[in-house]
């Protein structure tokens, strides 16, 4: 079993929907991450979390800490959101999940 | 299957020193290499990235370097650590004809 458990591992959402991606992990951790990597970029960070929630544009991420689960939401979700979302924990070290890759189609 | 390894896992340094982070992969030929920091704090940053033996891309000025000098191998290095290099050092490789990257255990380096 992964450290850090995402789902879906696959979503196709129409242009306007709202999105959400989910991440759950086993392990203590001290922060936890959403990364984003467009199909020929590098992996960037959107957000990272130790408690509550962080917005910044059209995404919204929140992490209960109790509930050792993490949600990444996107409103009004565009064309150019498309792209694999991971969800990574800082704990003992890096756990990563397997990420989710989403299709906006216009 | 292709694997990658980081070393060492962790590393306390004091202010001053040098660094050598070392970052190696197996399984695969020419992949693109990447070293990436999370800083205390903030965010997964992308430092340097390789696509070949000896070319090196900087993504962040700062006192660090990087160096390719096998194919499979990519090193993290420092002439002087400052307070500020503390945090988790994670090297990913990706193939050259894919955009999945893979990540390594990482390396925790407390600068004292």
């Known amino acids: 079993k992964n450290e850090v458990e995402q789902s879906p591992q696959n979503l196709t959402a129409q242009e306007g929907e709202f999105i959400t991606i989910n991440c759950s992990y086993s392990?203590?951790?001290?922060?936890l991450h959403w990364l984003q990597q467009h199909p020929g970029g590098g992996i960037v960070s959107l957000f990272m979390?130790?408690?509550g929630k962080k917005k910044h544009g059209r995404l919204i991420a929140t992490i209960n800490i109790q509930e050792k689960h993490s949600s990444l939401h996107i409103t009004a979700s565009h064309p150019r959101d498309s792209a694999v979302y991971i969800c990574?924990?800082?704990?003992?070290?890096?756990?990563f999940g397997t990420g989710t890759s989403l299709t906006v189609i216009p | 299957s292709q694997t990658i390894h980081q070393w060492p896992a962790t590393l306390v340094q004091p202010v001053g020193s040098p660094l050598s982070l070392e970052c190696t992969v197996e399984g695969t030929s020419n992949p693109n290499l990447y070293w990436y920091r999370q800083a205390a704090g903030r965010g997964l940053q992308l430092l340097f990235y390789s696509v070949g033996i000896g070319q090196i891309s900087s993504e962040v000025p700062q006192n660090l370097s990087a160096s390719r000098p096998q194919d499979r191998q990519f090193i993290l290095s420092s002439k002087k650590l400052l307070l500020s290099d503390s945090g988790f050092y994670l090297c990913a490789w990706a193939g050259p004809s894919t955009d999945t990257q893979y990540f390594g255990p990482g390396t925790r380096l407390t600068v004292l």
């Open positions: 979390l130790s408690s």
């Open positions: 392990v203590g951790i001290s922060a």
């Open positions: 990574a924990v800082t704990g003992n070290q890096f756990y």
